[in-house]
Structure formats: structure tokens, C-alpha cells
């Protein structure tokens, strides 16, 4: 059984277009899990009504303590504990292509135990040329220094470090108990998906980097904090926000 994990918080005006990419899935054997993040906006309200009519069935798990990778836990032992064997998470502001659980169905089913989507602009945002090609190539340079980086090539990693995105991958729920699953840290405090990543590559070398898993994210964070700066969040949390609540682009 799949789980498609979703963290939302104060989400009401994005998530509805993730919701629609979900239910355009050509794949619809898996189970939505929302998990609102103590979100003050109507964002349960419109996966609620959502739910109604939806192709799959929609639960919505609450986390009061604030942070994604916080939330995606919660969300990921809750769809464990409720029967779920493959995990896949996105977030609500991002959408998936349409044959985004066929494919890492498909992943999984070949014997992966982790697999790191690929991160691709929002088209409906109207990325520009720079946007489309040259932050996405940074990205991908960033991830090039961090295959090489010290700290992630010690004897006890049993394959090499990939580029990974939290709102675009998929597990196994053995690999993640295992592994001991997403950091239930505040956003400001690290990367949750790069922990993830390393924990699993302690345990597993059975770890994929497919191009061919596409999400398209939203380029509000780019937009509001510059290249440099999110380059530098992304960097170790180089650069941060003031304050905790400016983290939360909206």
C-alpha cells in the first residue's frame, strides 16, 4: 500500500492545485495523508472538501510542533502504523507529474529503497529563462560538492550521496524505521531530507536518483530571498530568515 505524505502549513491557497495534480495522477492506488501543521488558514478546510470527491481516499493528520520535517514524520508513522509499505512525500506547494506515483511505484518495484525525484520549476509560475536553467544548474553544483564533501564520503555511507529534494521522493516503510525516518527539527535548523538521505544511505546501498521522477515546485522562496540567499539557506542554513516565522515564505 502506498502513502502519499503531504506537510501543509497555512497552505489554503496553494495546496488545492496540489490536491488536482494528485487526483491527475494516472496511478490512483495510494492513499492521500495531509498532515496540517497547526496552519491558522482554511488549508484542512479545502482538503476536507477536497476529500469529498477525491479519487483516493484523504486523511488529515495533525502536528502541532512546527517544522516540515517534523510534520513529514508524523505523517510517514502515521500511514506505517496504519498500514502503509511505501512511502512517497511532496509538498503543498508543489506539483507532481502525472505519472509521478507510476514511476515510483515502478522504482520501487525494481528494488530501490529510497528514491530522489527531480525538481523542475512551476510552469503556471512563468519562470524566467534564469530561473528555468541557471538556479536549477547551481542547484545541481551545490549537490556535485556535496557528492564530494567530506563528511558524506566516510566508510559507513554504503553508496554515494545524490541530490535529493523532500518534496519529491519515495521509501520503503522498512527503510524508513530502519533508518529512523525524517528529523523532527524547526526548518531553520537543517535540511530534513538530507538527514533522511544520510541516515539511508548508513543502512541501504540500494538508492536511486531517477530524473525521470518529476515535480514541479514553486519558485516563491527564490523569489522573495534571492538567488544567493536561498543557495545559502539551502547551503547548511549559511544565510537564515530574522525570524523563525519569515522561514515560511507565503
Known sequence: MIAVVVPAYNEAASIGATLEALARQTDHGFRLVVVDNASTDDTAGVVRRFAA??????????????????????????????????????????????????????????????????????????????????????????????????????????????????????????????????????????????TLLNRARRETDRIARAEDLVVEASLRRLRAWGARRTLLWYWDRRWRPPTSLQVHVR
Open 53 to 194: 470527491t477525491a479519487p483516493f481516499p484523504v486523511e488529515i493528520v495533525t502536528e502541532d510542533e512546527p517544522g516540515a520535517g517534523t510534520a513529514a514524520d508524523t505523517g510517514f508513522r502515521h500511514a506505517i502504523a496504519t498500514g502503509a509499505t511505501l512511502l512517497a512525500r511532496t509538498d503543498a506547494d508543489c506539483l507532481p507529474a502525472p505519472d509521478w506515483v507510476a514511476t515510483l511505484r515502478t522504482y520501487i518495484g525494481n528494488g530501490f529503497e529510497l528514491v530522489c525525484g527531480r525538481s523542475v520549476p512551476r510552469r503556471d509560475e512563468r519562470p524566467s529563462w534564469a530561473e528555468r536553467h541557471v538556479f536549477p544548474a547551481a542547484v545541481r553544483l551545490a549537490a556535485l560538492y556535496g557528492r564530494y564533501r567530506k563528511s558524506h564520503r566516510t566508510p559507513e555511507f554504503r553508496t554515494p550521496y545524490v541530490l535529493v529534494h523532500g518534496h519529491n521522493l519515495a521509501l520503503t516503510a522498512d527503510l524508513y524505521q530502519r533508518c529512523g525516518g525524517t528529523a523532527r527539527e524547526a526548518l531553520e535548523d537543517g535540511s530534513e531530507d538530507v
